[in-house]
């Protein structure tokens, strides 16, 4: 998540469905987050790891 801040998928959207007549475009979607949340989750993944450290 520091690296990548988010992803790209295409999505086929039906445009007109009569019958045997079907005509769908595609559609571009974008998935972002911001580049501090994957700090965040870094820093939360050692203080699990370091406090499961002292516990055992």
Same mark, same amino acid.
């Given at each position: 998540m520091l690296i990548?801040? /988010?992803f790209s998928?295409?999505?086929k !959207? &039906?445009?007109i469905d009569a /019958?045997?007549?079907q005509v769908s475009? !595609? &559609?571009k979607e974008t998935v972002n987050w911001p580049p501090y949340l994957?700090?965040?989750l870094l820093?939360?993944?050692i203080v699990i790891v370091a406090?499961?450290?002292k516990n055992a």
């Open positions: 990548w801040t /988010g998928y295409t999505k !959207d &039906k445009i /019958g045997p007549i475009a !595609d &559609k994957g700090g965040i820093i939360g993944g406090s499961s450290k």
